[in-house]
């Protein structure tokens, strides 16, 4: 079976990531896969490279689709001959559509890694593709989304009820294992000693993910605790960022947060952390919750996309907007004993490998296009 999968891009986040981790695992079931990025090859493109994934760099800009590049694609699937066009994001999914008329027996897939929730922080150009892919999930066999929430809210807004298919990211549980000795090391480089109690977040710098909102709660926290020290990682989050200046500015913060930017180690800093804490306003299926889960790191998130499921009895949730409340479960898991947050963190890994291990949710995608293909 060959399937081409059509990216909105390559660049770094969450669905590019699932996609890198996504194919070999078709490839060691006899899946001949290749990627075609709408854009540029971009840094999940490179890694994807160099375990010989064959990428596409198409050189579109999206918003403003040329000629040359769709002519690329057409060249690109009268070569390759896919049975399975599988779109990946928005701008990916429209591109599969149209990418039919030059396979007409193919089968075509959509793929959506995000919620609607907060339709209002996107820009008016991303409401109107996202308009357009809903006219156009119709046509499509499947719409793989990877949350129930993020389906739900799709369907609502006008995407097709028939094609929706819920199939969550896989995450690789060996990849992101408890380490103690990498715990110890990430702990010392960071400057933490075994007395401090570290509250970590991952993800780039956006309204979406409230990191301000996380500082506020941060800043009640650090009030009530001495010893807490707290970790923020992700494309923006470095001292450079102005708009969250007057928070770290706070006396209560000084010295005790780690600004730490873009990180190429996220599974190593993960160990270093004592709880994972997601406060966003929206979501879809979180990658950083399960990858902080695997690694026996107990989760306290806000009820956004399907986050609520991910961590189910084994952390904390709370509304999101809320930065008392998020405060109120930082300090919940802060005043736990050591046995119960081991505990909690072992109970989140094994919910990780029965749910969301890579290995399983390659099994799926490989079950539905050998179904539809099939038929």
């Given at each position: 079976?060959?399937?081409?999968?059509?990216?909105?891009?390559?660049?770094?986040?969450?669905?590019?990531?699932?996609?890198?981790?996504?194919?070999?695992?078709?490839?060691?079931?006899?899946?001949?896969?290749?990627?075609?990025?709408?854009?540029?090859?971009?840094?999940?493109?490179?890694?994807?490279?160099?375990?010989?994934?064959?990428?596409?760099?198409l050189g579109m800009n999206p918003p403003k689709p040329s000629l040359k590049g769709l002519w690329r694609l057409f060249r690109l699937?009268?070569?390759?001959?896919?049975?399975?066009?599988?779109?990946?994001?928005?701008?990916?999914?429209?591109?599969?559509?149209?990418?039919?008329?030059?396979?007409?027996?193919?089968?075509?897939?959509?793929?959506?890694?995000?919620?609607?929730?907060?339709?209002?922080?996107?820009?008016?150009?991303?409401?109107?593709?996202?308009?357009?892919?809903?006219?156009?999930?119709?046509?499509?066999?499947?719409?793989?989304?990877?949350?129930?929430?993020?389906?739900?809210?799709?369907?609502?807004?006008?995407?097709?009820?028939?094609?929706?298919?819920?199939?969550?990211?896989?995450?690789?549980?060996?990849?992101?294992?408890?380490?103690p000795q990498v715990r110890q090391s990430m702990r010392t480089a960071l400057r933490f000693s075994d007395a401090h109690f570290v509250v970590g977040t991952v993800g780039r710098f956006h309204p979406v993910k409230d990191h301000a909102g996380f500082l506020r709660a941060a800043i009640e926290v650090a009030q009530r605790f001495a010893h807490v020290r707290f970790v923020m990682a992700g494309a923006g989050l470095d001292a450079g960022n102005a708009e969250l200046a007057p928070l770290l500015s706070h006396p209560a913060l000084q010295?005790?947060?780690?600004?730490?930017?873009?990180?190429?180690?996220?599974?190593?800093?993960?160990?270093?952390?004592?709880?994972?804490?997601?406060?966003?306003?929206?979501?879809?299926?979180?990658?950083?919750?399960?990858?902080?889960?695997?690694?026996?790191?107990?989760?306290?998130?806000?009820?956004?996309?399907d986050a609520a499921w991910m961590v189910g009895e084994t952390g904390w949730v709370v509304e999101p907007a809320n930065p008392e409340a998020l405060a109120a479960g930082m300090s919940e898991a802060i005043v736990a004993d050591a046995a119960q947050l081991a505990m909690r963190g072992m109970a989140a890994r094994s919910r990780v490998e029965a749910e969301l291990a890579i290995e399983g949710v390659a099994r799926r995608y490989l079950l539905l296009y050998q179904d539809l293909v099939g038929g």
């Open positions: 079976m060959r399937v081409l999968f059509i990216s909105s891009g390559l660049g770094v986040g969450g669905a590019e990531t699932a996609l890198e981790r996504l194919i070999p695992h078709l490839q060691a079931r006899r899946v001949v896969c290749e990627v075609a990025s709408l854009r540029e090859i971009g840094d999940v493109g490179t890694r994807m490279l160099a375990v010989g994934i064959t990428v596409h760099a699937i009268r070569h390759f001959k896919p049975d399975v066009i599988q779109g990946w994001m928005y701008h990916g999914n429209i591109a599969a559509q149209i990418a039919r008329l030059a396979a007409p027996r193919a089968v075509v897939l959509g793929a959506i890694h995000q919620t609607l929730a907060r339709p209002e922080l996107d820009p008016w150009t991303t409401r109107a593709v996202i308009r357009l892919d809903a006219l156009l999930s119709h046509l499509a066999s499947r719409t793989i989304y990877v949350a129930h929430s993020a389906a739900e809210q799709h369907v609502a807004r006008g995407y097709s009820r028939r094609a929706a298919m819920v199939v969550p990211n896989g995450f690789d549980t060996k990849r992101h294992a408890p380490d010295g005790r947060v780690s600004m730490l930017g873009a990180r190429d180690d996220v599974p190593r800093l993960m160990q270093a952390l004592d709880l994972f804490v997601l406060s966003s306003l929206s979501e879809g299926l979180p990658n950083v919750v399960a990858e902080a889960m695997s690694c026996g790191v107990p989760c306290l998130v806000t009820r956004v996309g």
